[in-house]
T-cell receptor, first 116, second 111 residues
Framework: DTGVSQDPRHKITKRGQNVTFRCDPISEHNRLYWYRQTLGQGPEFLTYFQNEAQLEKSRLLSDRFSAERPKGSFSTLEIQRTEQGDSAMYLC??????????????FGPGTRLLVL | KNEVEQSPQNLTAQEGEFITINCSYSVGISALHWLQQHPGGGIVSLFMLSSGKKKHGRLIATINIQEKHSSLHITASHPRDSAVYICAASRRGGSNYKLTFGKGTLLTVNP
């Protein structure tokens, strides 16, 4: 399967612990996105990378959140000192950007985080 | 008011019925996306359109740029079409990478 993969699929943690999620995009895609989705809501943009450069971070992404995409391949999203409000589905997507045209984003299965 | 609004929020239909889900947006867009999300989280892109109409199997998406409105139609609906359908906008200009999502429409098709 050559789609977007995410690991783990589920994570239960205690408040105050750190968690890290991984996303492996489609190999030739140069853009990678992280979104967060809470129950009954549409996804919300968190951050995105063009190759290895993180080009935008939403104000939803507090200082406890950090994302990296070393070498422009896989990406990690770390949440430090988790809070119960961080409980959500974290979605990763990737796309192949060609100039200024909008492109189709391909989503991974998501990581469902529950903070107790 | 959200920048992307969908209606209805919930929709129940009988197998075989024609389904319409509506999406209105208030931002300038370069493209409008329709996505499908099944229980468990996975999101699949159904359509990306910037004008007119697109068709794929029993699914049809239309957009009216002047009215800032798009519709997703499902003909001859089937229980396997049961899912959340999400409309999302790619903004026009430098932020065209960023999707702004509606809240989704939960469709249930009963046999």
């Amino acid at each position: 399967d050559t789609g977007v993969s995410q690991d783990p699929r589920h994570k239960i943690t205690k408040r105050g612990q750190n968690v890290t999620f991984r996303c492996d995009p489609i190999s030739e895609h140069n853009r990678l996105y992280w979104y967060r989705q809470t129950l009954g809501q549409g996804p919300e943009f968190l951050t995105y990378f063009q190759n290895e450069a993180q080009l935008e971070k939403s104000r939803l992404l507090s200082d406890r959140f950090s994302a990296e995409r070393p070498k422009g391949s896989f990406s990690t999203l770390e949440i430090q000192r988790t809070e119960q409000g961080d409980s959500a589905m974290y979605l990763c997507a990737s796309s192949l950007a060609l100039g200024r045209l909008a492109e189709t984003q391909y989503f991974g299965p998501g990581t469902r985080l529950l903070v107790l | 008011k959200n920048e992307v609004e969908q209606s209805p929020q919930n929709l129940t239909a009988q197998e075989g019925e024609f389904i319409t889900i509506n999406c209105s947006y208030s931002v300038g867009i370069s493209a409008l996306h329709w996505l499908q999300q099944h229980p468990g989280g996975g999101i699949v892109s159904l359509f990306m359109l910037s004008s007119g109409k697109k068709k794929h199997g029993r699914l049809i998406a239309t957009i009216n740029i002047q009215e800032k409105h798009s519709s997703l139609h499902i003909t001859a609906s089937h229980p396997r079409d049961s899912a959340v359908y999400i409309c999302a906008a790619s903004r026009r200009g430098g932020s065209n990478y960023k999707l702004t999502f509606g809240k989704g429409t939960l469709l249930t098709v009963n046999p």
